[in-house]
């Protein structure tokens, strides 16, 4: 990953999930953003996309940054942490330099590098194609959970094992449990603005049943279960922090192995 925490699909062997949750240092099983209530925003204006360019990207990333930003700031603040924005750069193509290394990936679609506190997402033709799907605000509010992981002191401690080689299931565990608590955060962010995007319920419905990746719909574990959990887990995480609208309901270091795998 080259210091970088990509958004979807990495390579790698499947390993078994065991039953009972390993133990982890209380930044990550303790932290006082468990403990901080609802997100600190309750409304977000959501720009139209019509057509999927560059420049409609943009201004959609940057209104919505806005809302993250006013919604996580009271919530790191209140955790005892201090408070930073996280920036966005929307690119096109593969091989955009980064202080995480170039963004070559074909298969993922955004990541955050820690050095300089920045998201970079691809606008992808996929994108292009269905440029009001949900999935533009979710994976913004994703790599902005990795930012507030960042902040509360979670990311170090989550990815140390996985740079010491050679990697073993330990490391993919808590790699899966880190990426899987950014997705419940962005959907505590998602559910917290939901009713005023003006969007029908059935837009996150639909967006629910979305597969995350092609080896998931076929029923084969793949390199992307491995670092990002199954796609009925992601789901199970989503709902979990849409519902509670806190980073409250994102504790994922105390789960079971078996709703991280």
Not at 8 to 19: E, N, W
Not at 50 to 55: A, D, H, K, L, P
Not at 192 to 199: A, E, F, H, P, Y
Not at 250 to 261: E, G
Request: hydrophobic content about 40%; glycine content about 8%.
């Amino acid at each position: 990953m080259a210091g970088a925490l990509a958004g979807v699909l990495f390579a790698g062997t499947a390993h078994a999930a065991t039953s009972a949750a390993p133990s982890y240092k209380p930044v990550l099983t303790k932290n006082p953003l468990y403990k901080t209530g609802k997100l600190g925003i309750s409304a977000c204006e959501e720009p139209q996309v019509q057509n999927g360019t560059v420049e409609e990207a943009e201004l959609y990333f940057e209104a919505v940054m806005e809302c993250l930003d006013k919604a996580w700031s009271p919530v790191v603040k209140k955790a005892g942490y201090r408070f930073n924005k996280a920036k966005v750069t929307v690119i096109t193509k593969l091989g955009a330099k980064t202080p995480c290394g170039a963004f070559n990936d074909p298969r993922a679609q955004a990541m955050y590098c820690p050095p300089n506190k920045r998201m970079y997402i691809l606008l992808s033709p996929q994108v292009i194609a269905e440029p009001n799907d949900l999935a533009l605000m979710q994976v913004l509010a994703h790599e902005y959970g990795h930012h507030v992981q960042q902040l509360t002191g979670i990311m170090g401690l989550a990815y140390k094992s996985y740079y010491q080689r050679p990697v073993n299931e330990h490391a993919f565990e808590s790699i899966r449990r880190a990426e899987l608590q950014a997705e419940c955060l962005s959907g505590a962010f998602v559910g917290r603005v939901w009713n005023s995007l003006g969007r029908p319920d059935s837009d996150w419905s639909i967006f629910l049943k979305g597969g995350h990746n092609l080896g998931s719909s076929l029923g084969l574990r793949s390199g992307s279960d491995e670092t990002h959990g199954s796609d009925a887990n992601v789901r199970w995480w989503l709902q979990k922090g849409f519902k509670a609208q806190s980073a409250s309901a994102c504790n994922t270091w105390t789960a079971p192995s078996r709703k991280v795998y």
